[in-house]
């Protein structure tokens, strides 16, 4: 707004909704007729509404009479006297016609004024009775006008939400059409400026703590859209902050506001919010008609209501769209490292998932991948420095994953993203590290009774395994893991000093990176699933085949999750297969085991450390919680089915939407990755 020239008013600068003013009676419900028949009723010759909203009193309607002096037939104390109840009075000749005559005057209620019904006639005056009819009539009429005046609002109302779902409409068909919000906003802007007479409107986002230009009609040119400014800036600002309306006109004064706007004339900003959520502002300026937006302010607040669950829906939808990408982005880089391309993980990981450049060093320092374009030695360099980093850290056998890019910066939330790429981009770490050891695989065995130590050594040497240590404690064999350096970890779960899943929590403590599979007796649902909450990498019964422990150790050093069919059963039901199901999981280094390090660039400033590990599965409904826990039970699709009174169809659907959303590999691996993070217990 124009901050010079002439003071003008500001009306007002917060505008409480209170809706719009009461409508006038409605002037085509036929009130003649109804007067007519009103005179019959009171056996009076003429019958008329007076209203004393201007002096002289002035007929809003009458059955058979004109351009009445009511002052001088009725007094000029009338008005006052009917305010205490209906009254019947005598009127000297010639006031109303040669003769005398006789008149009965009743207030009505609720109409826009101080108002009066008024009977007049001649030879006869009117008795208790006719002032009794009188209040009567008088109240018929007070109830017709607020018939009138509700039905005037409806229609109003009406009028209104089909210019609503208009612009809504509009706004629908661009989240299906559009590519991005950009084309929503901007067809939503012109939709507004059109329905609401405005020669300009605008919507600002709240884009941190910054509002930022998305969409406008008919701003000066010299107002670019992308344009921001702080939150304490403005009149958006101002709104945005408060989450008040605000209506202005002419000259503005008030230190809070200011703008470069001179031909505004008025303007209204509302805020657009969902709950006390405030996601930006709607403001229009520059009315097209005489009076203004007078009448229109309810529509505008109707829009910017129906526009905000639009940008609320959209911001879903964006989400979702990241979530999918995130997901195709994984399964590239997963295919990539499973068919041994090094070079195509780090380039589908780079692509797929918002970085400039990608690096993997092995945990002995060699660089197993790197990703950058030709033209971008910058970011390659400070992804190798990261990909450093990353994997100088007190973890023994740690692989190091670096990203880097130019614009935008690395934000908070997309720690998660990248740990859950560097933990896949691991296994290159992993393929490395077998391969400068040799193929065979070093496994230490925890047994504490002799006789089964005797046989799991000559099961391990038999097919062909190293055993690097054998102990009968959880101590001992903590103490030989730095010397031994063993591949995988075969754990008994009575042990001495260690009971349960006791033993699996003690050497996932010391080393994060090794894969342990735990091997006992017990099949109960309960230790299961304690042992893979502790991070352990499977579970076989010792009356399991030979063949099957031997397949378990080397699922686990590939990075699987290997349950006996036994002990998988036990988790979840699913289909019968192989005695053996090893499940592939994304996240493969337990915790801390992989680093992986982002790097902006060119800043030069220093990368950010390992990433914090914490779930990178989408949030679960209760519903689905609920599926989830059934499936952990052991509950089949039908069983499901009749616990949730659901289709078995809808179940079905169900548990593949959990095993997609936990990324898991099928049903079985869902209930073990939920068992892990700790989303059921």
Known sequence: MDTSGEQARVVPHTIRQTGARRPTVNSTARWPKRLEHLAWLLRAEAVAVVVATADPPSTVFSHRIEDADWHAILGEDAFARAAGGAFAVSVPSGRWGEEAAFAVVAPIETWNGPAVLVALRREM?????????????????????????????????????????????????????????????????????????????????????????RASVGLPSEVRLGRGQRLDEGIAGWVATSGEKVVLRGRVTDERFHGVDPDALESISVPLRVGDDVLGVLSVKRPQEADGFAGRQTLLEGIAADLSRALQAMNVISALQQQREHAEGFADVALAVASGDAHGAARAAAESLGHH???????????????????????????????????????????????????????????????????????LGRAEMRHERGAVLRVLAVEDHPVMQLGVRALLEREGLIVVGLTATCSEAIGLLEEAQPDVVLCDLHLPDADGAEAIVRLRAEAPALPIVAFSIDRSP?????????????????????????????????????LGREAASSISHGEPGEPLTPLRIEAVEPESATKGTLANVPSGAAPNGSAEREATHEPLTPRELELLRYMAEGYTNKEIARAMVLAEDTVKKGVQVLIAKLGAADRTHAVVLALRNHVIE
């Open 526 to 562: 309960e230790l299961i699933r304690a042992v893979l909450r502790a991070g352990g990498n499977g579970y076989v019964s010792k009356d399991t085949p030979a063949s099957r422990v031997i397949a378990a150790l080397h699922a686990a050093v590939e990075g699987l999750v290997a």
């Open 357 to 427: 450049a990608v690096a993997v060093r092995s945990a002995s320092g060699k660089v197993l991948a790197v990703y950058a374009p030709d033209d971008d030695p910058e970011c390659r360099a400070a992804a190798l420095s990261a990909s450093e980093q990353g994997g100088s850290t007190e973890v023994a056998g740690a692989t190091g994953v670096g990203f880097a890019r130019h614009d935008p910066p690395y934000e908070a939330d997309e720690a998660a993203v990248a740990q859950r790429t560097a933990d896949t981009l691991a296994l």
């Open 125 to 213: 005056p009117f008795d208790a009775l006719d002032v009794v009819a009188a209040t009567s009539a008088a109240q018929l009429l007070a109830m017709m006008a607020a018939d009138g005046r509700d039905l005037v609002g409806a229609q109003r109302r009406a009028t209104e939400l089909d210019e609503r779902l208009d612009v809504l409409g509009g706004i629908g068909e661009g989240l299906v059409d559009a590519r991005d919000a950009s084309a929503v906003l901007a067809r939503a802007a012109a939709e507004v400026a059109r329905r609401m007479g405005a020669g300009a409107s605008s919507i600002m986002l709240i884009e941190g703590d910054e509002l930022r230009l």
